[in-house]
């Protein structure tokens, strides 16, 4: 079964970082677009970062630039997000995403085939 699962999520003060992990199974996800959205309560999926297979081209949301940095580790199956600086607005659930196809900027989630179960940021001000 193809899968991707989130880990690293967990509550935070703000101003603290956090790293977030996505590990893929199934299958190599190495030649994958692979990204992250997340989903605030009572809001909808927000893209959040993106990076193409070999890591070569990243691509985020404004309210994230210079604090997030997305990566990842194509021997391991693994993609990463570093969050720094963490604000109390960036508290919601964390999702990873993966899909072949993509090879550019992508942004909305319907674009992405394979997507994990999520992981909780809380940041507390």
Same mark, same amino acid.
């Given at each position: 079964q193809v899968? *991707?699962?989130?880990?690293?999520g967990g509550p935070v003060q703000a101003g603290n970082s956090l790293r977030l992990s996505c590990e893929g199974s199934g299958r190599s996800f190495r030649n994958d677009y692979m990204g992250w959205f997340r989903q605030a309560p009572g809001k909808d999926y927000e893209f959040v970062a993106s990076i193409d297979w070999n890591g070569g081209r990243?691509? &985020?949301?404004?309210? #994230? +630039?210079g %604090?997030?940095? $997305?990566? %990842?580790?194509?021997? +391991?199956?693994t993609v990463y997000l570093q969050m720094n600086n *963490? +604000?109390?607005?960036?508290?919601?659930v &964390? &999702?990873? #995403?993966?899909? %072949?196809? $993509? #090879?550019?900027?992508? %942004?909305?989630?319907?674009e992405y085939d394979y997507r994990g179960q999520g992981t909780q940021v809380t940041v507390s001000s």
């Open positions: 899968q *991707l699962a989130e880990s690293g990243t691509f &985020y949301t404004d309210s #994230v +630039k %604090r997030f940095t $997305i990566s %990842r580790e194509n021997a +391991k199956n *963490l +604000k109390p607005e960036d508290t919601a &964390y &999702y990873c #995403v993966a899909d %072949r196809a $993509i #090879v550019f900027d992508a %942004r909305a989630p319907d």
